[in-house]
T-cell receptor, first 114, second 114 residues
């Protein structure tokens, strides 16, 4: 049973397109996150939701819009894709929003913008 | 602002040898520190965490790390490397006073030689 699942695993698309990445967790966690890992493996938080409420919104272009229909899902929609958006995007969840909470990560979505 | 620096983007050791992965942090307030491991094509998994309790923290798979405030370090060690330890390792920091987000280092790739 997958704890945090993301789809698709690979996403290849053209510049200017709009795409979505879906994330679901079956752990009963309250908090979910999106992280971006660039080609140099640098990992940085983008967004965090707690019980469907946005609690962290880092300096991310407004072409990126997270949506949390319920606390088990956090989707990421990206408009007008650019070459620089190419990266691996990881969804994660934690039981609560505590600072020392263990994060459970999905296996990532590798986005390639051509 | 908080940050972590991992010394050495690539560490190579022989099977059975000591593993030492270095992490130094910068934080104006007492930090919470974490080590995560990323196996190929997988998401990150928590190895261990320090949250102001014991300074020597034991994690999974025989890893441990010691918090040294005087050196602002949180190095990861394992007495005897195993082939299955080959992976990317990330140090991360947050703080009780900070927002609920982890700041990751740039990662260290550990290679195990037979």
């Amino acid at each position: 049973d997958t704890a945090v699942s993301q789809t698709p695993k690979y996403l290849v698309t053209q510049m200017g397109n709009d795409k979505s990445i879906k994330c679901e967790q079956n752990l009963g966690h309250d908090t979910m996150y999106w992280y971006k890992q660039d080609s140099k493996k640098f990992l940085k938080i983008m967004f965090s939701y707690n019980n469907k409420e946005l609690i962290i919104n880092e300096t991310v272009p407004n072409r990126f819009s997270p949506k949390s229909p319920d606390k088990a899902h956090l989707n990421l929609h990206i408009n007008s894709l650019e070459l620089g958006d190419s990266a691996v995007y990881f969804c994660a969840s934690s039981l609560q929003r505590g600072l020392n909470e263990k994060l459970f990560f999905g296996s990532g979505t590798q986005l390639s913008v051509l | 602002a908080q940050s972590v620096t991992q010394l050495g983007s690539h560490v190579s050791v022989s099977e059975g040898a000591l593993v030492l992965l270095r992490c130094n942090y910068s934080s104006s307030v007492p930090p919470y520190l974490f080590w995560y491991v990323q196996y190929p094509n997988q998401g990150l998994q928590l190895l261990l965490k320090y949250t102001s309790a014991a300074t020597l923290v034991k994690g999974i798979n025989g890893f441990e790390a010691e918090f040294k405030k005087s050196e602002t370090s949180f190095h990861l060690t394992k007495p005897s490397a195993h082939m299955s330890d080959a992976a990317e390792y990330f140090c991360a920091v947050t703080s009780p006073q900070g927002a609920q987000k982890l700041v990751f280092g740039q990662g260290t790739r550990l290679t195990i030689n037979p």
